[in-house]
């Protein structure tokens, strides 16, 4: 059950953005080059999604991020 108003595609982008971030930042990451360029993809993707034509996106913006940012701490806390 969803219990936000992002779309699918919108989320899914947001989550591999932030898995992407990671593991640019881990020390030590290889492929940089590659990350980097998946990075600016994706923050195009996100950043340009349809869905912030609607009123008030930077709100959506920081909503978005923050859930994404839960479901991996809460990921983390699992395993």
């Known amino acids: 059950m969803r ?3 992002f779309p699918d595609d ?3 982008a947001q989550r591999s953005w932030a898995a992407t971030y990671e ?3 881990r020390p030590g990451a290889t ?3 590659r990350l980097r360029r998946r990075l600016l993809r994706l923050s195009t993707s996100v950043y340009f999604h349809p869905y912030w034509t609607r009123p008030h996106p930077a709100a959506g913006r920081a909503e978005l991020a923050g859930l994404v940012r839960g479901e ?3 990921t983390r806390d699992a395993a």
Do not use: D, M
Request: no cysteine; proline share 0%; aromatic share 0%.
């Open 31 to 33: 492929a940089t080059t």
């Open 72 to 74: 991996r701490e809460h």
């Open 3 to 5: 219990h936000h108003a």
């Open 10 to 12: 919108l989320l899914s």
């Open 23 to 25: 593991a640019l930042a």
